[in-house]
Structure formats: structure tokens, C-alpha cells
T-cell receptor, first 115, second 113 residues
Framework: AQKITQTQPGMFVQEKEAVTLDCTYD???????LFWYKQPSSGEMIFLIY??????QNATEGRYSLNFQKARKSANLVISASQLGDSAMYFC????????????FGKGTKLSVKP | AAGVIQSPRHLIKEKRETATLKCYPI?????VYWYQQGPGQDPQFLIS???????DKGSIPDRFSAQQFSDYHSELNMSSLELGDSALYFC????????????FGSGTRLTVV
């Protein structure tokens, strides 16, 4: 079974609008971490935001926020006030268990911001 | 701030040749991870090292091997290259105590012809 599911292969958003990228996860481990990465066409993997399974509040980092709904096992990324430079591939990833664990990635969502 | 350094950035090899990719983690980071990302695919975990010892193994082919040296840099050795090995290879490093983040290098784009 897929550990990380991103159901939107591609998304379009108008510049300056907000967009939500979906991510659901599957784990039986009570301790896990959820990550979002941005990968522009140049290829580098850029860390955006992190949510721990025990964190009480939703994570925020500038224009990025994570809508963490633990009971539904979802960790959607919200980008506010989209910019042209936000056009990229976005990956949701999970680390299970301890802090040495590797990341399991979803298939990604390609976001295109329209002027 | 220092980042994860990977070399080379680009590499072109012929089938059946060997390739060595290098990764220099962020100083004092104690764990190194290798990932393979095929064209249009999500990154797949290959192998990781904690304090120079192999800590976990993912979908790494037997033709590949990796190690971490005393100075904490890591090398991924790939032999008998196949066309399907063409991919972007990422190295990431992290500090396991008191932190949660993984920092990725810029990747090595390997093309096998």
C-alpha cells in the first residue's frame, strides 16, 4: 500500500491566489514526521515545512502552512499569495519512527502558477 | 551556511561502465542518505549511514555499493551501469539529535548512454 498519496498530479493556480496541495499518509507508528519539499525544474530539493506527529499546532513557515488533520491522516500544504516562482514539483514525504529514518516520498504534484 | 555538496553535478557514462558519486554532508551531521530519482519519478531511498556505519538499506541494486569515510563524506559506487540507472542521485544529511531536518544536496544527474 502507498505510504504517501498525492492525488493531484498537476494543479493550476492564478498568481496571488492561495492553493492547497493534498497529501494523505498511512502509518501505524505513533511517532512520525511529515515534510513538504519543492523541486523546481533545476532539480534541487528544497525543504519547505515540517510537522511532527505530536505537534499540537499546524506548522507555518512564511507563505507555507500545513493543514494537519491527524485523525484523517492528511497533511495538506497551503501556499498563500502564489507567486510565479512557486511553479515547481511539490513532494510530500514521511519519516516513520526515530529521527534516523529515511524519507518516503509521494508521487508529487506539479504546480503551475498563471500570471 | 554550509550545505550538502555533491560531485559531480553531471555525469555521462556508457553502459557497463562504473561511476562514483561523492557527497560531503553538512559538518557535524551524523547521518547521510542516498536517493535515486528517475525521470518523472519520486525519489527512492537507496541506503543510509549513521556515524559511518550502514544504518538502513532500501531499493539499492547489488551492482551499487556505498560507504562513509572517516571524514564523514560518502561515496556511491555504481558498476555495470545500465540505461535504467539514468537518474538524479541525491545525497541528504541530517543531525539525529535535537533536529528533524534533512538537507539535500543539489544532486548528481547521471546519464547512461
Amino acid at each position: 500500500a502507498q505510504k504517501i498519496t498525492q492525488t493531484q498530479p498537476g494543479m493550476f493556480v492564478q498568481e496571488k491566489e492561495a492553493v492547497t496541495l493534498d497529501c494523505t499518509y498511512d502509518t501505524s507508528d505513533p511517532s512520525y514526521g511529515l515534510f513538504w519539499y519543492k523541486q523546481p525544474s533545476s532539480g534541487e530539493m528544497i525543504f519547505l515545512i515540517y510537522q511532527g506527529s505530536y505537534d499540537q499546532q499546524n506548522a507555518t513557515e512564511g507563505r507555507y502552512s500545513l493543514n494537519f488533520q491527524k485523525a484523517r491522516k492528511s497533511a495538506n500544504l497551503v501556499i498563500s499569495a502564489s507567486q510565479l516562482g512557486d511553479s515547481a514539483m511539490y513532494f510530500c514525504a514521511m519519516r516513520e519512527g526515530g529521527s534516523q529514518g529515511n524519507l518516503i516520498f509521494g508521487k508529487g504534484t506539479k504546480l503551475s502558477v498563471k500570471p | 551556511a554550509a550545505g550538502v555538496i555533491q560531485s559531480p553535478r553531471h555525469l555521462i557514462k556508457e553502459k557497463r561502465e562504473t561511476a562514483t558519486l561523492k557527497c560531503y554532508p553538512i559538518p557535524r551531521h551524523d547521518t547521510v542518505y542516498w536517493y535515486q530519482q528517475g525521470p518523472g519519478q519520486d525519489p527512492q531511498f537507496l541506503i543510509s549511514f549513521y556515524e559511518k556505519m550502514q544504518s538502513d538499506k532500501g531499493s539499492i541494486p547489488d551492482r551499487f555499493s556505498a560507504q562513509q569515510f572517516s571524514d564523514y563524506h560518502s561515496e556511491l559506487n555504481m558498476s555495470s551501469l545500465e540505461l535504467g540507472d539514468s537518474a538524479l542521485y541525491f545525497c541528504a544529511s541530517s543531525l539525529t539529535v535535537g533536529a528533524y531536518g534533512y538537507t539535500f544536496g543539489s544532486g548528481t544527474r547521471l546519464t547512461v548512454v
